[in-house]
């Protein structure tokens, strides 16, 4: 376990005992997923800025914040149309303006 995360889960905790009256089990906000996203869930219906704060930084750390429900568009380039050879060599005697000499 990483102590930066073990500090900030403590004054999570803490705060939020203080705050809202809600207890926290730590081992499972770590552990389980969908048990941290509820507890983050009620510490950002809370008034405390410092609380609040806490939590966006719980989960930017452990990696809920970032988009998981929005899918990501693929990034493949759309079809070449086929182009035949001599459509090929036309368009390359188009674009030749000068010779070796200018």
């Known amino acids: 376990m990483d102590a930066e995360?073990?500090?900030l889960v403590a004054r999570f905790k803490l705060k939020l005992l203080r705050a809202l009256n809600v207890k926290v089990?730590?081992?499972r906000f770590i552990a389980e997923k969908d048990y941290a996203?509820?507890?983050l869930q009620i510490a950002d219906q809370s008034e405390e800025e410092d609380?609040?704060?806490l939590a966006l930084k719980l989960a930017d750390y452990q990696g809920f914040v970032g988009g998981v429900e929005a899918p990501v568009p693929s990034k493949k380039?759309?079809?070449k149309p086929h182009v035949n050879d001599a459509d090929k060599?036309?368009?390359d005697k188009k674009r030749y303006m000068f010779g070796a000499r200018g």
């Open 5 to 7: 995360l073990m500090q």
């Open 25 to 27: 089990d730590t081992y």
């Open 37 to 39: 996203m509820k507890i």
């Open 51 to 53: 609380l609040i704060l």
């Open 77 to 79: 380039a759309p079809p």
């Open 89 to 91: 060599d036309e368009e």
